[in-house]
């Protein structure tokens, strides 16, 4: 295999374009407008390149690296958040975190099998030029473990995607094509995938496919090994958010497959139809703006999102995760992405519940990035005002919440 730095590519390739969709009829759903046609652009096939054999020992010492790195990599920490009010209660609070991972986010994960699920499928080779849509955190991701193959990669993203995602993605070789909107990233990277004869990733379908659910060191089954030695050792709940569906896809098939009690709980961002999709079944609907958040809530039903897999929602909206975040950050002496706020948010609703009705037991949720990434966004009062952002109010509400053990709502 040639060194990864005999292939280095850096440098941003922008690009912008429109995508249009069909005509469709609207209804109003909670004051949400949703379209309930089916895009233009339909689902792309997990690739457009061809296999062909003939090079199955640059396939086995791709794989061969791959495994490698992780093998070096550590686990991640898992912490318990200090909050008295709830552990008088019997209700203790944790984080894993996702963020230690070598690229920096949960993402790390998926790229990883991502990658191995191209690999084993005969679809990645060793002049394969690869493309994700992402709205960040996975592209990083991906082109970490693309330098390491030394295999050119490209991520089409929205432009609104932070400046600090965008420097990741080029330091690791990658490029970064814009469009105007997330929506239009899949159809996007399908066409220049088609184009060259590359590889398109597709994450929101091939998430909850290539990850192995039944445990081999999924998050589901270290956050599982790490309790072990707590007091509520089986968690009462595992809360996580959805941006292509796959995390909580493998979790909530692993919580099967081991006959578990813990439930599980998706939190959903404002700009995004997973929450709504969950509570109807209806899996056309369709917005037309994307979620503020970055990584999380989508603007249709992605494949690897399973409803079914659900055992409770909730909706959180924009300005209650920010607030969240910078608690968290209070509570843990660090920054933590947009994400990890939504997640607790609903992670202290649902232990609000708990004491409410006498139950004891742990609630687990991931920080999926650092707040670092949103230097100049979540962590900025003047991207905060410029939006129509108070946060105030809601950070007091929060505190109340914390230090009462009690829903205000």
């Known amino acids: 295999m040639k060194s990864h730095l005999e292939k280095f590519r850096q440098g941003p390739s922008h690009g912008l374009r429109m995508s249009r969709r069909a005509s469709s009829k609207v209804r109003s759903h909670n004051g949400t407008t949703f379209q309930h046609n089916t895009p233009v652009i339909t689902s792309p096939p997990p690739s457009v390149c061809r296999p062909r054999s003939g090079d199955s020992t640059w396939i086995r010492d791709a794989v061969f690296e791959i495994r490698a790195d992780s093998h070096r990599s550590a686990d991640t920490h898992l912490f318990r958040v200090n909050m008295p009010a709830f552990q008088r209660h019997g209700v203790d609070f944790y984080l894993k975190d996702e963020s230690s991972h070598p690229t920096g986010s949960l993402k790390h994960r998926l790229a990883r099998s991502l990658f191995m699920y191209g690999l ?5 080779h060793e002049d394969t030029e690869l493309f994700e849509a992402s709205s ?3 592209a990083v991701s991906e082109a970490y473990f693309a330098r390491m193959l030394g295999l050119q990669f490209t991520a089409v993203m929205s432009k609104t995607v932070s400046e600090e995602k965008i420097r990741a993605i080029q330091f690791y070789g990658g490029k970064c094509h814009l469009v105007e909107s997330a ?5 996007e990277a399908e066409r220049l995938a088609s184009e060259c004869g590359g590889y398109f990733f597709n994450q929101f379908r091939n998430a909850e496919k290539a990850t192995d659910w039944r445990g081999n060191n999924n998050i589901a089954e270290t956050i599982f090994t790490q309790m072990e030695k707590e007091r509520s050792s089986e968690p009462a709940w595992i809360v996580v958010s959805a941006g292509t569906g796959g995390t909580s896809a493998t979790i909530g098939r692993y919580l099967r497959y081991q006959n578990a009690s813990t439930k599980l709980c998706v939190a959903d961002p404002e700009n995004s139809v997973f929450y709504n999709a969950w509570c109807t079944g209806d899996r056309t609907l369709t917005l037309k703006s994307g979620s503020l958040v970055e990584g999380i809530g989508r603007p249709r039903v992605e494949e690897s999102f399973l409803p079914q897999l659900v055992d409770e929602m909730y909706k959180v909206p924009d300005v209650c995760t920010f607030a969240m975040m910078r608690k968290i950050n209070s509570l843990l002496g660090r920054k933590v992405g947009g994400s990890t706020g939504t997640n607790c948010f609903a992670a202290l609703q649902i232990m ?9 037991g742990s609630v687990v949720s991931l920080i999926c990035d650092s707040g670092e990434r949103y230097a100049h966004t979540y962590y900025c009062d003047d991207w905060m005002a410029a939006k129509g952002f108070n946060l105030d109010p809601h950070s007091e509400r929060i505190d109340k919440i914390v230090n009462s053990a009690r829903w205000y709502s």
């Open 120 to 124: 084993v499928s005969n679809m990645i």
């Open 136 to 138: 960040g955190s996975t």
């Open 183 to 187: 929506s239009m990233a899949s159809s």
């Open 352 to 360: 609000c519940n708990m004491v409410a009705k006498g139950e004891r």
